[in-house]
């Protein structure tokens, strides 16, 4: 399953971001709170489960990419030092 995950994050085409691996990571590590246009937040992970997932530095800048998945869906986010300001890139649902 990681090197499907892999691929599919790969086949995401998103500039700066190429994983060759993931680790598993407890949900309640990765659960960030994303802000909405409307002004509200929402999690979209369970802490209390396992995912696949990996940290990617971006180059050039103080910001990380974050890659979460599990069978069902694909998560992209973007974030500062320890978690800071995430911003939501791709959440999708798996084929």
Request: aromatic share 10%; proline share 2%; net charge negative.
């Amino acid at each position: 399953m990681q090197a499907e995950l892999v691929d599919e994050f790969n086949a995401l085409g998103i500039a700066g971001l190429r994983l060759e691996g993931l680790n598993l990571l407890h949900g309640a590590f990765v659960n960030l709170e994303y802000p909405l246009a409307n002004g509200s937040c929402v999690k979209f992970l369970q802490d209390d489960k396992i995912y696949w997932g990996n940290q990617v530095e971006t180059a050039g800048s103080d910001r990380c990419y974050g890659v979460v998945a599990d069978e069902e869906m694909l998560l992209v986010c973007s974030y500062g030092c320890g978690g800071s300001d995430p911003e939501l890139i791709v959440y999708k649902k798996r084929m």
